[in-house]
């Protein structure tokens, strides 16, 4: 079984810095893709950033230039990464891994983890 859990959320004043982090555990023989997505209230879940294994790495025109992401492989765990927080920036935020584990590689999903920037 895999998992991934999400930490560091909470609330910030516009102009603020927060960093996520995700951590996956379980049978894992090796991850790809790692990314990060988030889902305002009454909106769809959208891609934020996503880096390869490789360090390859996209973001969401929205976030380019306050966040970054980054990857510790040795500890299987994701980081976001985010300043000059503003509230459009509210949200769910979900961790989501392409993982391998006992022969089968699939996607799988974080519980989320609120972020709230005031203004």
């Known amino acids: 079984q895999v998992q991934l859990v999400e930490s560091g959320g909470g609330l910030v004043q516009g102009g603020g810095s927060l960093r996520l982090s995700c951590v996956a555990s379980g049978r894992i023989s090796s991850i790809n893709d790692m990314g990060w997505y988030r889902q305002a209230p009454g909106a769809q879940r959208d891609l934020v950033a996503v880096i390869s294994n490789g360090g390859n790495i996209n973001y969401a025109d929205a976030v380019k230039g306050r966040f970054t992401i980054s990857r510790d492989n040795a500890k299987n765990t994701v980081y976001l990464q985010m300043n000059n927080l503003k509230p459009a920036d509210t949200a769910v935020y979900y961790c989501?891994?392409?993982?391998?584990?006992?022969?089968?590689?699939?996607?799988?999903w974080g519980q989320g983890t609120q972020v709230t920037v005031s203004s």
């Open positions: 989501r891994g392409f993982v391998a584990s006992g022969g089968w590689t699939q996607w799988y």
